[in-house]
């Protein structure tokens, strides 16, 4: 699977900014797919899951009840809206996808997914 992330820029904090991650090249709705994504010195981590049923979604208590994953499996598209951004969501963000018979798996370990995508930088402003 190739990944190709974009939607990442520079946004006031509490502004709102739409992340799109494009699958190509295997069965993008066989897949779970997961956003990441790495500040500056840090590890990186789990932001956000969804199954490729898209019936199971999960978060990061950090962004819960701002950020919305959701996919598009006519368009190989898996998106991250980011609402009320905070100057601590300033990251690279990174999708990943996990091939998987299970409708409902949505995994937030981050040495389940399989394949990465390049990563699009976020900056929030203070």
């Known amino acids: 699977v190739q990944l190709q992330a974009f939607g990442g820029g520079l946004v006031q904090a509490g502004g709102s900014l739409r992340l799109s991650c494009a699958a190509s090249g295997r069965t993008f709705s066989n897949c779970a797919m997961g956003w990441f994504r790495q500040a500056a010195g840090k590890e990186r981590e789990f932001v956000a899951a969804i199954s490729w049923s898209g019936s199971v979604a999960d978060y990061a208590d950090s962004v819960k009840g701002r950020f919305t994953i959701s996919r598009d499996n006519a368009k190989n598209t898996v998106y991250l809206q980011m609402n009320s951004l905070k100057p601590e969501d300033t990251a690279v963000y990174y999708c990943?996808?996990?091939?998987?018979?299970?409708?409902?798996?949505?995994?937030?370990?981050?040495?389940?997914?399989?394949?990465w995508g390049q990563g699009t930088e976020v900056t929030v402003s203070s």
């Open positions: 990943a996808a996990k091939p998987t018979q299970s409708f409902r798996y949505a995994p937030a370990a981050r040495g389940q997914y399989d394949y």
